[in-house]
């Protein structure tokens, strides 16, 4: 029982650092001219994401392909923490 365990220990150690650096990022939603309508932690934009497509297939790509003839445009960025300079 305990080799199991420890082959589980590469998995766990790689799934935190997955969802840290998810938890650092964001979605943005933006129109074609640069305007944000939305701004979403990339978790919580995934989990829309996959429970629009799970509940309701089509009007999910119905509303990526609206998205798409508008121009709008999906941006992740990363969040930099900012540490005040040592003086």
Known sequence: ??????????VNEQMTRMFEAASRRTVAVRTAEGKPLA???????AAVAAAGIVMAPRLTATAVLGAMFKGLRLEVEE???????AA
């Not at 029982?1 to 590469?10: F, S, V």
């Not at 969040?79 to 300079?85: G, L, R």
Request: hydrophobic fraction near 40%; glycine fraction near 4%.
């Open 79 to 85: 969040q930099v923490d900012q540490q005040p300079a």
């Open 1 to 10: 029982m305990t080799g199991h365990l420890a082959t589980l220990c590469p």
């Open 39 to 45: 701004r979403l932690k990339l978790l919580h934009a």
